[in-house]
Every structure is written in C-alpha cells, then in structure tokens.
C-alpha cells in the first residue's frame, strides 16, 4: 500500500474524528469546509484514500464513508518531502529542491506540514542526532528557547539548539567541539519533530 500524503493522513483523521462525535460520516461538503477547499478536490482526497484502502465509499449517496482502519491509533504511513541536507556541523548552503520522500509513521508527527532533511555533520550528537540521519521537520516561524530548530543564517541552513537573547539569537551545538553562532539576522524554517535513523 502506498503511504499516505499529510493532507490524506488529515481528511483521514477529520473522517474518523467526524464519525466518533457525530456517529455517521461527514459529506463532501463537510469536508471541503472544514479544510477550506473545493467539493472537488475534497471528493478526489476521499477517492485517493479509497485507492489506498483506508476508507470505502458506497454508491453515491451521501454520507456513506466507511473508515477501515478501526481507530486513529492505527499507524498510518504518511510520505514527507526530503529536501536536501542540512548541516550539524558548520552551515551548509541550502538547497529546497526536492529529494524523494520518505515514509514515516504518523505518530512521529504532530500536525502541521512536515519536510525532511539529511544530517551532515556531527555537531548535535550529544542530543543524539548523527551524520546520516533524517530530521523530521514540523514548519513554523517561531522557536522556544531550547527547541531544536533548522535555520537559514546568511543563505546558509543549520541544525541547533535555539535560544533568543536581548538583541540577538544563539545558536547551540550539541557536542562541545563547535562554538556557538550568534546572529541577528535568523530565519527559522521549522522545529524537529522526529529523528529517522537507517542501522
């Protein structure tokens, strides 16, 4: 079974979650207004999951959407967008092309779009992130202090631990061999949600 896209993994939770609260499915509409989109294109989500095994839709009445996987803890294989390297180490240049996906179990992931990245580097081993692995990156703008954050620092994309200061951002590595980047001129790209390592 191909894995399911972050949008399919959504309608597929919204269906389910429809379907507890309300005991019968949502229609079409139903759907295409809670996410803000076309009876279209909400009718071809449902058609894709369909296609995928997930849900089973009978004839062409209304509200007549089956959910075959028996509850939301099932695990739901979801393909999130590699998008190159990022550097644990010293900055890497960025590079937002496209890389194939890689498939990752929805309970890794919280809401929200999600893109990958290559580590490259051994700066954040002592976090237990390591040359070769995969971070699993939930878009956002903003950080906590503390949070492990990928930023883009002078067209150049890193992996570290963010903390805010009075008039500048630190940025710190995980392994005392690498000193730490002060800038004021910090993009935050998103925050790390999950670490996929290959043995």
């Known amino acids: 079974m191909k894995a399911l896209t972050e949008r399919q993994t959504e309608v597929l939770s919204f269906i389910s979650a429809y379907i507890s609260k309300h005991k019968y499915p949502p229609a079409i509409r139903d759907l295409?207004?809670?996410?803000?989109?076309?009876t279209k294109a909400?009718?071809?989500?449902?058609?894709a999951l369909e296609r995928k095994g997930q849900v089973r839709c009978t004839g062409n009445r209304s509200r007549?959407?089956?959910?075959?996987?028996?509850?939301?803890?099932d695990d739901i294989v979801?393909?999130?967008?590699?998008?190159?390297?990022?550097?644990?180490?010293?900055?890497?240049?960025?590079?937002?092309?496209?890389?194939?996906?890689?498939?990752?179990?929805?309970?890794?992931?919280s809401s929200g779009q999600h893109f990958a990245l290559r580590v490259r580097g051994d700066s954040m081993r002592d976090a237990g992130i390591i040359d070769?692995?995969?971070?699993?990156?939930?878009?956002?703008?903003?950080?906590e202090n503390g949070d492990i954050v990928v930023a883009i620092i002078e067209e150049a994309i890193t992996l570290k631990r963010f903390f805010l200061e009075r008039n500048r951002a630190r940025l710190e590595a995980e392994n005392s061999e690498y000193p730490p980047i002060f800038t004021q001129n910090l993009r935050i790209l998103g925050k790390l949600s999950a670490i996929v390592r290959a043995y």
């Open 32 to 38: 295409a207004g809670h996410f803000a989109i076309s």
């Open 64 to 73: 007549a959407i089956e959910v075959l996987n028996s509850s939301l803890d």
């Open 42 to 47: 909400a009718y071809d989500h449902l058609k």
């Open 132 to 143: 070769g692995d995969t971070a699993i990156i939930r878009q956002q703008e903003r950080a």
């Open 78 to 109: 979801v393909g999130v967008p590699i998008l190159g390297n990022v550097a644990a180490g010293v900055p890497l240049l960025a590079e937002e092309n496209l890389d194939g996906s890689i498939s990752v179990s929805s309970r890794l992931i």
